[in-house]
Nanobody
Framework: QVQLVESGGGLGQPGGSLRLSCAAS????????MGWYRQAPGKQRELVGS???????NYADSVKGRFTISRDNAKTTVYLQMNSLKPEDTAVYYC????????WGQGTQVTVSS
């Protein structure tokens, strides 16, 4: 079992930056994949990006070149650095961890607006 707690959401300006954090309740060293999904109002949840235990990252085309996922195994935390924010990035962002099963955080709201 692992509990995930996101933080760092809030209001961002178009062209600005926000960083989300996902703190795990135990070591993430052995967790194969961690990452982020998001869900905008009226839309399906979509994968933002992921990072493997070996540090290999994968991103949705819509965020490629703007968002960066990293993981700090010592701090049991995964980060989502979001740059060049757009209004269409507005959504609830969910952290997840996948090994033998999927674990989800409670979500954090990100709103991009001037």
């Amino acid at each position: 079992q692992v509990q995930l707690v996101e933080s760092g959401g809030g209001l961002g300006q178009p062209g600005g930056s926000l960083r989300l954090s996902c703190a795990a309740s135990r070591s993430i060293f052995s967790i194969l994949v961690m990452g982020w999904y998001r869900q905008a109002p009226g839309k399906q949840r979509e994968l933002v990006g992921s990072i493997t235990d070996g540090g290999i990252t994968n991103y949705a085309d819509s965020v490629k070149g703007r968002f960066t996922i990293s993981r700090d195994n010592a701090k049991t935390t995964v980060y989502l650095q979001m740059n060049s924010l757009k209004p269409e990035d507005t959504a609830v962002y969910y952290c997840y961890a996948a090994d033998s099963q999927m674990y989800w955080g409670q979500g954090t709201q990100v709103t991009v607006s001037s």
